[in-house]
Nanobody, 122 residues
């Protein structure tokens, strides 16, 4: 099956930067959309950013101008460059791969990573 492996989370001071990475592995034929979601304590999971296979990004209003999403289709990897981090960005960040087709299959489905903690201190 398909696995998503995340890296790059950690502790950073306000105003600092982090770069998250998520690599999808398995017998993957194609991934239509990749993205990042986050969930803070006492809050629902929310979209942070997504990017299509063609490289078209979409951002939540709260991160526009600060975060940049990118992907390497050859490596089935998505990145999230987070700059000017704020304490409000503190959350568990989840990688998502949407519209995934596996080799030999004809359907599409979504996969989620395990989540990585991002903590921004004041």
């Amino acid at each position: 099956q398909v696995q998503l492996v995340e890296s790059g989370g950690g502790l950073v001071q306000a105003g600092g930067s982090l770069r998250l990475s998520c690599a999808a592995s398995g017998s993957i034929f194609s991934i239509n959309r990749m993205g990042w979601y986050r969930q803070a304590p006492k809050k629902q999971r929310e979209l942070v950013a997504t990017i299509t296979s063609g490289g078209s990004p979409n951002y939540a209003d709260s991160v526009k101008g600060r975060f940049t999403i990118s992907r390497d289709n050859a490596k089935n990897t998505v990145y999230l460059q987070m700059n000017s981090l704020k304490p409000e960005d503190t959350a568990v960040y989840y990688c998502n791969a949407g519209g995934v087709r596996v080799v030999g299959g004809w359907t599409q489905r979504d996969y989620w990573g395990q989540g990585t903690q991002v903590t921004v201190s004041s």
